[in-house]
């Protein structure tokens, strides 16, 4: 079991900036892949952005790339979201999630954490 718990969610102005972290325990960190996925109110969840074990690799979403950066520290268990030039459709809920490899598929990750809540005022 791998359990993780995500923090740094607020509120914050349009052109704003924020960082998630997500802090995992049980299982080996390193052997997983991390993704960071988002469900705003009435829509379905959508990925963001992956990294893999190594941090070697980076993934993004089209609608953040170059806003949003992902990585990870493996000597202390947690991946970050760095989210730079925030605008109001990024308000959503941000999850972090764990599986082996990267996939861009939110149903393919085996662990989750509870989610926290951005919202981007205009």
């Known amino acids: 079991q791998v359990q993780l718990v995500e923090s740094g969610g607020g509120l914050v102005q349009a052109g704003g900036s924020l960082r998630l972290s997500c802090a995992a325990s049980?299982?080996?960190?390193?052997?997983?892949?991390m993704a960071w996925f988002r469900q705003a109110p009435g829509k379905e969840r959508e990925f963001v952005a992956a990294?893999?074990?190594?941090?070697?690799?980076?993934y993004y979403a089209d609608s953040v790339k170059g806003r949003f950066t992902i990585s990870r520290d493996n000597a202390k268990n947690t991946v970050y979201l760095q989210m730079n030039s925030l605008k109001p459709e990024d308000t959503a809920v941000y999850y972090c999630?764990?599986?082996?490899?990267?996939?861009?598929?939110?149903?393919?990750?085996?662990?989750w954490g509870q989610g926290t809540q951005v919202t981007v005022s205009s």
């Open positions: 999630a764990a599986r082996r490899v990267v996939t861009f598929k939110g149903s393919e990750y085996d662990y």
């Open positions: 049980g299982r080996t960190f390193s052997n997983y892949a």
């Open positions: 990294i893999s074990w190594s941090g070697g690799n980076t």
